[in-house]
Each structure stands twice: as C-alpha cells, then as structure tokens.
C-alpha cells in the first residue's frame, strides 16, 4: 500500500533522527499500532527506510510480552484500514446519492455528477485530515483531486453506458461494478500525487531530516 517492502513491521527496535522523532511525537496512537503508524509516517515524508537484521532471543519462551494476539493484532490493522475504509465510505455515500438522484429520473451526468459532489467533498476532507495527513498546498490538492474525480468519473460513466448497452442490466447494478475497477487508480493516484506531503517533504528536509 506504501511501497514498501518490510520484513518485521513490529520490530522495537528502531533509531531515528531527531527531527524525525519530533515528527512523529504528534502521533495519537500508542502500543503496537504506533508502531505501524511510525513507519507509515515515514513512507509519507519520502524517508529512507534502512532494514538491519539482528538475532531475535527469547527468553521463558517470551513469556514477558504483553501481546494480545487478536486485539493488539486489530489494532495495528486498523491504521491500514482506515485507508481502505475512507474510499468504501466514500463509494456508499456516491452510491447512495447516485441511485437517488437517478430514482428521481435525472440523467445518468447529473446523477454522477451529484454523487460526486457529495461524496467527494467527504472524501477530500478526510482523505486529507486523517487518512493522508498531509499539509500541503491546499489550491494544489484542490485542483488535482478535481481533475482526477472528473477524469475518473467520466471513464465510470462510459463503463456504465457501454456495459448497460450491451448487457441490459439496469445502471444502478452496473455502478458498483465500474467504481470498484477505478478504486484502486484513485487510491494510488491520491497516495503518491495528490497527497504525497511534497511539501511537508520539503520543510522536514530543510530542517535536517534523513
């Protein structure tokens, strides 16, 4: 999901530079999940990530961890579904005004076009508040997210008209099905071009991050 490819998300045992500890202090999660949320910090600030191994030792078969196999698992999965969550959101909430809209006989535009709007306004926001995280400029996000909502839901709609015409199944079926093939195109699109935090980048590197 980040582009990375790590061997132990969970190891403790990590170093650091001290503008890159500043930087996740602001963290709000703590436990094992902070962990996971460490190094998704680090994947959105374009840090190097140095992998080193090292000889694992237990001692009474670790009998001193405190680790809690189904919650503490639950919770460093929720920092990464948290991600996927605010996309299938998004997808219920663009559905819903989109069968809505299109119930009340309005074009297949303007029923897309709505659900859209509605949809993608929450998707914005807490795409960028709480899934990214980024502090970027805001006229560039602004003005790429609506590029790409526009570009994507025009392939969407073309999907449904071409895939209604030939098969006859009724547009509101065939929504779904064309959302969930772009969703993936969206996520990456968002996650390394919209919100890439270029210029958090920018600013943590001027003050000596790795």
């Known amino acids: 999901m980040f582009g990375k490819k790590l061997k132990d998300t969970q190891s403790g045992l990590r170093a650091f530079t001290p503008s890159f500890a500043r930087n996740i202090l602001g963290i709000l999660y703590n436990g094992y999940e902070f962990e996971m949320q460490m190094l998704i910090s680090a994947c959105n600030n374009n840090i190097k990530i140095l992998q080193v191994p090292i000889k694992t030792i237990y001692i009474d078969n670790n009998s001193s961890s405190h680790f809690n196999p189904i919650f503490d698992s639950l919770s460093i999965y929720f920092v990464l579904f948290r991600h996927i969550g605010n ?23 303007v029923s897309m076009i709505s659900g859209r709007i ?42 449904i008209k071409l895939i209604t015409h030939y098969s006859g199944i009724n547009e509101i079926i065939i929504k779904p099905i064309c959302e969930l093939m772009i969703f993936a195109i969206s996520f990456l699109i968002q996650r390394f071009f919209i919100f890439s935090s270029k210029a958090e980048i920018l600013d943590f590197k001027s003050n000596g991050g790795g």
Do not use: C, H, P, W
């Open 118 to 159: 509605v949809a993608g306004s929450f998707n914005f926001i807490i795409g960028k508040r709480f899934v990214f995280k980024t502090k970027s400029n805001l006229k560039f996000e602004i003005i790429s997210y609506l590029i790409l909502t526009i570009i994507l839901m025009l392939i969407s709609m073309q999907g």
């Open 87 to 109: 996309s299938l959101l998004t997808a219920l909430i663009d559905y819903v005004v989109f069968v809505i809209a299109f119930s009340l006989n309005f074009s297949l535009l």
